[in-house]
Structures are given as structure tokens and as C-alpha cells.
């Protein structure tokens, strides 16, 4: 069935330092993708998101690019800041039977920066 | 203009007692998920209402049931309270079809 893999952490990086979170995904057709945040206490707030492949998703310096040709959906960011520790979920729009579809979340990423 | 809202924040309950959180979709939003978040796992879907109906449920028993009211709030109920219900219960809303969906701060459940 359609399922989604993301790597695993937890992630420590020092303040500008590139980050890089994986993301694949098998599913049947081409699913929106999406990346959720979430802070300390907090629920899921949207990060990005792209529809359909080659499409780049970009927010507060984060960027991923919807490559059909990998099932990939990584997420990248040039240079983290301490604001930016939290878990970081891939969440693609699978199908889950039939004509339904659901939001599948990975098994998140904790990421810590250091100042 | 708010955005999904639930109640309560915390709860504390037994085993084998009876819960309801509570969820107050997004303004213009007419579809609502419920997610169960276990301590360092990602969200499970549960299930979606729209139109007062469940349209679609996840690996769930029974004792996880819902209810979607015609100002499109919505509750979740949880019987026969086990120790691995507790987590972190998020609500989402979205309009019907259209993605992305807007989630709530979440109910955490402690079940003592």
C-alpha cells in the first residue's frame, strides 16, 4: 500500500549550518506533498507544500522540490537558525482504499540547533 | 479570524473511563480529521466527518467514535479507557476536498 519513509533522527546542527531531511514515498499516482512543523507544546502548523512534480515548495527559507522520478520529497534549508529546532513531519496525500484519500505523516524529525 | 480550535488542552483520566474532546474547525471549513499523535510518533488518522458523517476511518476500534454537529464542530469520544490511548489528539479542518488541512493545538489525553 501506499506508505511514506523519513529519516530519522534526532538531528543536532550548529546555527548556519544546511539542513537536509529525507523524504520518500510510494504511492499510486501523484499525491500532493506537504511538510508540517511542530514546535514544543504546540499542534502542526504547514510548512510547504507542492502539487504536482517538478513543483518547489518554499517557506521562512525552507525549500522542497516534488521529484516524480525519485518519490522524493526532501526538505532543505541554506542556513538554520536556533528558531528553527522542532520536528519537522513529511506528510504526502495517500491513497488509503477506494477513492479515499488521507494525510499519511512520516515518523518525524527532531531537529536541534545549537547557537 | 480563529483558527482550529480544541478543548480541553490537558485532560487526566482512568482506565476504563469515558472521554470526549471537543473541535471548532477553521472559519469556512466543512470538513473535519482527528488525528491520535503518540508520544514521538507522527499523527494516525482516525477519521473525517463531513456533512454530519464519518466518510472515512482509519486502524481504529470501535470504542473511537465521533460526531459532527451542523455549525461543523465536531467531538471525538473515546470508551473503555486504556494506558495506550494516551497521547496527543489533534483535530484538522479543511474545506471539502482541498488540502491542506489546519490543525488545532491538540487535547492531550493522560490516561492514569
Known amino acids: 500500500g501506499d506508505s511514506v519513509t523519513q529519516m530519522e533522527g534526532p538531528v543536532t546542527l550548529s546555527e548556519e549550518a544546511f539542513l537536509t531531511i529525507n523524504c520518500t514515498y510510494t504511492a499510486t499516482g501523484y499525491p500532493s506533498l506537504f511538510w508540517y512543523v511542530q514546535y514544543p507544546g504546540e499542534g502542526l502548523q504547514l510548512l510547504l507544500k507542492?502539487?504536482?512534480?517538478?513543483d518547489k515548495g518554499s517557506n521562512k527559507g525552507f525549500e522542497a522540490t516534488y521529484r516524480k522520478e525519485t518519490t522524493s520529497f526532501h526538505l532543505e534549508k541554506g542556513s538554520v537558525q536556533v528558531s528553527d529546532s522542532a520536528v519537522y513531519f513529511c506528510?504526502?496525500?495517500?491513497?488509503?482504499?477506494?477513492?479515499?484519500?488521507?494525510?499519511?505523516f512520516g515518523k518525524g524529525t527532531l531537529l536541534t540547533v545549537n547557537p | 479570524d480563529a483558527g482550529v480550535t480544541q478543548s480541553p488542552t490537558h485532560l487526566i483520566k482512568t482506565r476504563g473511563q469515558q472521554v470526549t474532546l471537543r473541535c471548532s474547525p477553521k472559519?469556512?471549513?466543512?470538513?473535519v480529521s482527528w488525528y491520535q499523535q503518540a508520544l514521538g510518533q507522527g499523527p494516525q488518522f482516525i477519521f473525517q466527518?463531513?456533512?454530519?458523517?464519518?466518510?472515512q476511518r482509519g486502524n481504529f476500534p470501535d470504542r473511537f467514535s465521533g460526531h459532527q454537529f451542523p455549525n461543523y464542530s465536531s467531538e471525538l469520544n473515546v470508551n473503555a479507557l486504556l494506558l495506550g490511548d494516551s497521547a496527543l489528539y489533534l483535530c484538522?479542518?479543511?474545506?471539502?476536498?482541498?488540502?491542506?488541512?489546519?490543525f488545532g493545538d491538540g487535547t492531550r489525553l493522560s490516561i492514569l
Open positions: 472559519s469556512g471549513h466543512d470538513t
Open positions: 484538522a479542518s479543511s474545506p471539502v476536498g482541498v488540502q491542506p488541512q489546519h
Open positions: 466527518y463531513y456533512e454530519e458523517e464519518e466518510r
Open positions: 507542492a502539487t504536482k512534480a517538478d
Open positions: 506528510a504526502p496525500h495517500l491513497n488509503s482504499g477506494g477513492s479515499n484519500y488521507k494525510l499519511t
